[in-house]
């Protein structure tokens, strides 16, 4: 168990300051392809260790969505807000999300700090089917 977990306090690891290139898909499709064989060699359903990416921001985050949708920034960004005003409302009130793709989201606990409250979240995705790029509704249970 971490410091931070039995002190209540949060920690946040730094990275380097330095902002960093973009990745090259091909440059780490090798090692998570070595370590997705690795997992399916090693058998067995119980939990195994992820590499943690980096983190994505609110900025990030819309400028991924103006660029997939075609539309502007400036008619973006109030969406996006009020999508995740109404997430962290709805999570705060320890409502089960069900969002698709996106996953089932369930409170699983949650903890008073002096800043606000820490939520710990179970979140459950399907393996998209392949049905040539169709995403039938009855072809996945969660």
Same mark, same amino acid.
């Given at each position: 168990?971490?410091?931070?977990? +039995?002190?209540?306090?949060? !920690?946040? &690891?730094?990275? /380097?300051?330095?902002? *960093?290139?973009?990745?090259?898909?091909?440059?780490? @499709?090798?090692?998570?392809?070595?370590?997705?064989?690795?997992?399916?060699?090693?058998?067995?359903?119980?939990?195994?260790?992820?590499?943690?990416?980096?983190?994505?921001?609110? +900025?990030?985050?819309?400028? !991924?969505? &103006?660029?997939? /949708?075609?539309?502007? *920034?400036?008619?973006?960004?109030?969406?996006?807000? @009020?999508?995740?005003?109404?997430?962290?409302?709805?999570?705060?009130?320890?409502?089960?999300?069900?969002?698709?793709?996106?996953?089932?989201?369930?409170?699983?606990?949650?903890?008073?700090?002096?800043?606000?409250?820490?939520?710990?979240?179970?979140?459950?995705?399907?393996?998209?089917?392949?049905?040539?790029?169709?995403?039938?509704?009855?072809?996945?249970?969660?």
């Amino acid at each position: 168990m971490s410091n931070s977990a +039995k002190t209540g306090k949060s !920690t946040q &690891v730094s990275t /380097s300051t330095k902002p *960093k290139p973009a990745p090259d898909s091909s440059a780490e @499709a090798a090692p998570v392809a070595a370590l997705q064989t690795n997992v399916a060699q090693a058998g067995g359903d119980g939990p195994r260790p992820v590499i943690a990416g980096p983190i994505m921001r609110k +900025k990030e985050l819309i400028d !991924t969505v &103006v660029e997939r /949708s075609g539309i502007k *920034k400036k008619d973006a960004k109030p969406v996006i807000d @009020a999508l995740l005003g109404v997430l962290g409302e709805a999570l705060a009130d320890h409502r089960e999300l069900n969002l698709l793709p996106f996953g089932k989201f369930k409170v699983i606990n949650e903890k008073d700090l002096s800043n606000g409250k820490m939520l710990r979240v179970k979140i459950r995705q399907i393996q998209p089917a392949d049905n040539n790029g169709l995403n039938g509704a009855g072809s996945a249970k969660l």
